[in-house]
């Protein structure tokens, strides 16, 4: 009989890098779903990012604004969560529509917390569905939100609040082996110019509205300045 040797012993607190824990494990694990799931172009580094401007752009709000907003999409179009802000994929090109938009929707002349991520930017990858993430704070939908239309994974998500690979996590996936971009809301979707896909004016003026009521809200909740 052949004896066997046993693998040498790894020093106490050490993993080994196939160890799921591992950063260097996850992200590959990361990269691959975008990559080969998806088909979708990474940018080399840890934590992954994704780059805007070639697949989609993103809007980005407070959670609650985004939350008003999802009635306007489709079941396919995705959505992610990083703490307190909310991220919407939107047809590429779009950032570069926000600003004529708003001002064509008479919001220009506010300072809102909403902007868009286009041509150049990059968000960072949230973890593919069923990945285990950090123990984070969970985000619930405001009280004064309607739930209708939200799937159940929209009632409370747990968001990782560190810069780690995990602090964006999917409210609403990209689907593998199908195209995201028949999912985005688009500006050619006004008045149903395209079939199937969101009106990005319907997105923009309902997130922009919301925006807003959380400034006034913000606003009245301060106490006033001493005179």
């Known amino acids: 009989m052949v004896?066997?040797?046993p693998p040498p012993r790894r020093p106490p607190g050490t993993s080994h890098p196939r160890d799921s824990g591992?950063?260097?494990?996850?992200?590959?694990?990361?990269?691959?779903?975008?990559?080969?799931?998806?088909?979708?172009?990474?940018?080399?580094?840890?934590?992954?990012?994704?780059p805007t401007g070639l697949r989609f752009d993103v809007l980005d709000a407070p959670v609650e604004a985004g939350y008003a907003a999802l009635r306007h999409?489709?079941?396919?179009?995705?959505?992610?969560?990083?703490?307190?802000?909310?991220?919407?994929?939107?047809?590429?090109?779009?950032?570069?529509?926000?600003?004529?938009?708003?001002?064509?929707?008479?919001?220009?002349?506010?300072t809102l917390d909403l902007r868009a991520i286009g041509e150049g930017g990059r968000i960072e990858a949230p973890?593919?569905?069923?990945?285990?993430r950090p123990a984070g704070t969970p985000v619930h939908i405001p009280a004064h939100t309607s739930r209708t239309s939200h799937t159940s994974v929209e009632t409370a998500v747990d968001i990782a609040?560190?810069?780690?690979?995990?602090?964006?996590?999917?409210?609403?996936?990209?689907?593998?082996?199908?195209?995201?971009?028949p999912s985005l809301p688009t500006l050619s979707a006004l008045g149903g110019g395209?079939?199937?896909?969101?009106?990005?004016?319907?997105?923009?003026?309902?997130?922009?509205?919301e925006c807003h009521r959380i400034r006034?809200?913000?606003?009245?909740?301060?106490?006033?300045?001493?005179?």
């Not at 991220?87 to 919001?107: F, K, N, T, Y």
């Not at 969101?198 to 003026?205: A, E, S, T, Y």
């Open 161 to 181: 609040v560190d810069s780690s690979q995990g602090a964006a996590v999917w409210l609403r996936p990209p689907e593998p082996g199908c195209e995201v971009e």
């Open 73 to 110: 999409l489709v079941p396919g179009s995705p959505v992610a969560v990083r703490a307190d802000r909310m991220r919407i994929l939107v047809a590429a090109g779009s950032a570069d529509e926000l600003p004529g938009l708003l001002d064509w929707l008479e919001w220009g002349a506010l």
């Open 194 to 209: 395209v079939g199937g896909a969101p009106d990005l004016v319907r997105l923009v003026d309902t997130m922009a509205t």
């Open 127 to 132: 973890l593919p569905p069923g990945t285990p």
């Open 22 to 50: 591992h950063p260097g494990h996850a992200s590959r694990a990361v990269r691959h779903w975008y990559e080969n799931e998806l088909g979708w172009p990474t940018v080399p580094g840890t934590p992954v990012d994704l």
């Open 216 to 227: 006034l809200r913000r606003s009245c909740a301060q106490p006033l300045a001493m005179s």
């Open 3 to 5: 004896p066997t040797v």
